[in-house]
């Protein structure tokens, strides 16, 4: 008889706070997925944000421009670059174009692995003369990411 009861108010109380909990949570995913649907750089631009914040506690970082980032996807190609030398997989590198400065962030230690100065050149198309003739020419694409 007294099992009867236990189960019972189990019925009565556990399996409603269940209910109400499984509502809940699907109804917080179901505006998850309508924002993201409405604008899908929402979670990237979130992504950056608590990265910058990280980061920032170990380094001081730029203010005033938001940063690129990539995710080292191949540590083995990248291992010839003294700048990737102790990265793995997963690293973020937080490339701050106007201050010149990229950094090497290690998720898994949360440490800052490496930073360096930036070296972009002007994006000025260069015609050859017109006497030489024409080069071929090819671009590598950048192996951060």
Known sequence: MENDIV???FVQVVVPLIAIIAILAAGYFYKQVRDLKKDPNIAAQQEVEALVVKVGKLVVLPTEETPTVATVSDPEALKD?????????????????????AILYSVGMNKILDVAPLNIGDAKSVTPPAAAPAAKTTTTPAKAQ
């Open 81 to 101: 670059q003294v700048f990737f030398a102790n990265a793995v997989k997963g690293d973020k590198v937080l490339i701050y174009a106007q201050a010149k400065k």
């Open 7 to 9: 189960k019972k108010k």
